[in-house]
């Protein structure tokens, strides 16, 4: 039997190093793990059993509540690097000083439950936790830059419209239902953002690929107590890139943790994920001037108005040990700032600062949530809290209150406020705020609700607009109420009159009077920021290939693809019809899973997976997903049978060729649909 320090961590953590005895939980160990303490061989199970009734207590408590909202996620540690120190605007050590900082990220969806799929259409929060020398930071954002409402009144209407419907419990991780489509219908200000969730936004392609937004008006406060407001970027170095919606239906039914599993894939491989920070800042007269509110987490400012500067790097190199553990007890929290870092008066971030200190204390069952080891800091912590539920600290002495003279007895005092610590910006007037009244009222700058959704939808392509267009429509289809269609409909001629003529068309509905808005939205120059196709990253990089090999297929071939693929950064997976040929099964491994596909098969192949429905729908969904093809006359029959037509997506096998061709998409397939 090891001993008890070797199985122990410093920090109190259980390895599990194997081959150890097996102990209760308070170190008694086991003799037999298989079998209940019976009253005689066939008789009833005695109370006296420590061992069973300690193991099933135990299972019976295994869950805590799931979050509110983004149940579902994905963590990993890794570390932030500032490269371009910005110490004329702030203080904070993590960005006023170069060099790395320790980090956690948790990814999630929003919507559905911890145990549902990751591909629906939904925003992803983007929430990192910098574990800084002067304290922890978390930036807790999402991969879309603005909000779907202006006040944290409205936070808990809105979840409870996207949300599964209360009476039937379905749909599940769904905004394509009634009481969603009611509410936004009824909030006009969620139009900018609904445009960003129906974009190709809304169904990333890997986590790796997200952008990633503070959303908020921050401010970065200098040593002199100069506050700069600010907006925080991460820029995935991977390029933006996304599924179409058919594929993400049918990539939630062939992989539920399509996400996760790509994610946990890439850091294993030490194919480690990276994203710049940047910031946008700006001053109050900078603000004063704009159309729209700062302050109103419903507009972005454009990137062409405040370009982005890069102040660092975000790596993801190491999953965690244990999803329970880490993933599922990190607690974010908005209020974790530091000094050089403080809030705005924007009132959904005001009620963010509430929100998310007070859920922890109903998802971890206690105040000590902060000593969990992936939510304590790593720099020193002291102060004079104590007791709680779960305590683990040991505090030596009585010094548990302060101003205290214990010193003067020889005693450890406890410590002291520090000149260096946290000092809020005293400032509530510098965007003109005048807080003389109390007042449920919102500023008249939060009033125009279309103009930056007309400004999103006008800076995508036209294919991008098409997506649009198609997602608003198959939403709506799920609709049942028709006067939330025609009021929806109403709003969109306000944003795009093709928009909705568009949508009405596919709903076969008619266009009922446009939305009166209640201030006349404008013309905002096209930014081409906004655009993911605009800025498309052709690379392997990230990319996943399936090579289907059949029976009588050259394998040297395959073999040729595959070096000349990971030669340029991709990952490639062998798939037959036989698992034991290759690495992967074709029935179990349709085409959604990879970003393009080859097709190295033999003549007698050709004509008999022409009749074989996984490899008829392997090769029609390639070609209706926009994916490369690389195939050879062998497997024309099939080719046929999956109505794949030549276009410039579909190449040879050439591993020249084929590496270019697959390091992107054909979405012209989609317009001969149009
Ligand atoms: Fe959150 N949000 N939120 N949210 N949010 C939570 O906190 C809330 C908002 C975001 O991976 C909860 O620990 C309110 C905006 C992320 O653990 C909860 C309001 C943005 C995560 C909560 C908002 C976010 C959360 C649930 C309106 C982008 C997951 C569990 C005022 C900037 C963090 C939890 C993780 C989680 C409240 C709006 C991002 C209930 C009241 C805007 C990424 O506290």
């Not at 099933?56 to 490269?83: L, M, N, Q």
């Not at 406060?221 to 594929?247: C, D």
Request: charged share 25%.
């Amino acid at each position: 039997m090891s001993s008890i320090s070797e199985s122990r961590g410093q920090g109190g953590e259980t390895h599990q190093t194997g081959g150890e005895a097996l102990t209760t939980n308070h170190g008694v160990p086991i003799s037999d793990n298989q079998n209940s303490l019976r009253a005689g061989s066939r008789g009833p199970t005695l109370l006296e059993d420590f061992v069973l009734r300690e193991k099933i207590f135990h299972f019976d408590h295994e869950r805590i509540p799931e979050r509110i909202v983004h149940a579902r996620g994905s963590g990993a540690h890794g570390y932030f690097e500032c490269t371009d120190p910005i110490p004329e605007l702030t203080r904070a050590g993590v960005l006023a000083n170069p060099g790395k900082t320790p980090v956690f990220v948790r990814f999630s969806t929003v919507a559905g439950g911890a145990g549902s799929v990751d591909t629906p259409r939904d925003v992803r929060g983007f929430a990192v936790k910098f574990y800084t020398e002067e304290g922890n930071w978390d930036l807790v954002g999402n991969n879309i830059p603005v909000f779907f409402i202006q006040d944290a009144i409205k936070f808990p209407d809105l979840i409870h419209s996207v949300k599964m419907e209360s009476d039937k419990g379905y749909p599940q991780a769904a905004s394509a239902h009634d009481t969603f489509w009611d509410f936004v219908s009824l909030m006009p200000e969620s139009m900018h953002m609904i445009m960003w969730a129906m974009s190709d936004r809304g169904i990333p392609r890997s986590l790796r690929m997200i952008e990633g937004f503070g959303v908020h008006t921050f401010r970065l406060v200098n040593a002199e107590g100069k506050s700069t407001f600010v907006k925080f970027h991460w820029k995935p170095r991977l390029g933006l890139q996304s599924q179409v919606w058919n594929e993400a239906v049918k990539t939630a039914g062939a992989n539920q943790d399509y996400h996760r599993q790509d994610l946990w894939e890439a850091i294993e491989a030490g194919d480690f994920p990276e994203w710049d920070l940047a910031i946008q800042t700006f001053d109050a007269e900078w603000a004063e001037k704009q159309p729209y509110d700062v302050l109103d987490a419903t507009k972005l400012i454009p990137e062409e108005d405040i370009p982005v500067r890069i102040v660092g790097k975000l790596v993801l190199d190491r999953n965690p040990d244990n999803f329970f553990a880490e993933t599922e007890q990190v607690a974010f929290l908005p209020t974790n700032v530091v000094p050089g870092i403080d809030f705005t008066d924007d009132p959904l971030l005001q009620g963010r600062l509430f929100s998310y200190l007070d859920t922890q204390k109903s998802r971890l069952g206690t105040t000590n949530f902060h000593q969990i080891p992936v939510n304590a800091p790593k720099c020193p912590m002291h102060n004079f809290q104590r007791d709680g539920m779960m305590q683990m600290a040991v505090p030596k002495g009585r010094a548990n209150y302060e101003p205290n003279s214990l010193d003067q007895a020889g005693e450890d005092p406890g410590p002291r406020e520090s000149e260096q610590g946290f000092a809020t910006v005293k400032s509530m007037t510098d965007l003109g705020n005048q807080p003389d009244q109390k007042l449920r009222v919102r500023s008249e700058k939060f009033a125009d609700h279309y103009s930056q959704a007309r400004l999103f939808y006008r800076s995508q392509t036209d294919v991008e607009q098409r997506h649009i267009a198609d997602a608003i429509t198959f939403e709506l289809s799920k609709v049942g109420l028709g006067h939330v269609i025609q009021r929806i409909l109403g709003h969109l001629r306000v944003i795009d009159e093709d928009l909705a003529a568009m949508v009405a068309e596919g709903l076969a509905e008619d266009l009922p009077e446009a939305a009166k808005p209640f201030r006349e939205p404008i013309d905002m120059a096209p930014s081409d920021a906004l655009s993911i196709a605009k800025s498309a990253k052709y690379t392997m990089k990230g990319r996943k290939v399936g090579i289907l090999i059949g029976q009588s297929g050259d394998q040297s071939k395959a073999d040729a693809l595959k070096s000349a693929l990971e030669a340029e950064g991709a990952t490639v997976e062998l798939i037959a019809k036989e698992r034991g040929r290759a690495e992967a099964q074709l029935a179990g491994s349709p085409s959604v899973l990879y970003d393009a596909v080859a097709l190295v098969l033999g003549e007698e192949d050709g004509r008999k997976m022409a009749k074989y429905k996984p490899a008829i729908d392997f090769v029609s969904d390639a070609f209706a997903h926009a994916k490369a093809i690389g195939t050879d006359g062998a497997a024309q029959p099939l080719l046929d049978a999956a109505g794949v037509e030549k276009d410039e997506g579909v190449v040879d096998l050439d591993p020249a060729g084929f590496v270019k061709a697959a390091s992107r998409r054909y979405y012209a397939r989609e317009e001969a649909l149009w």
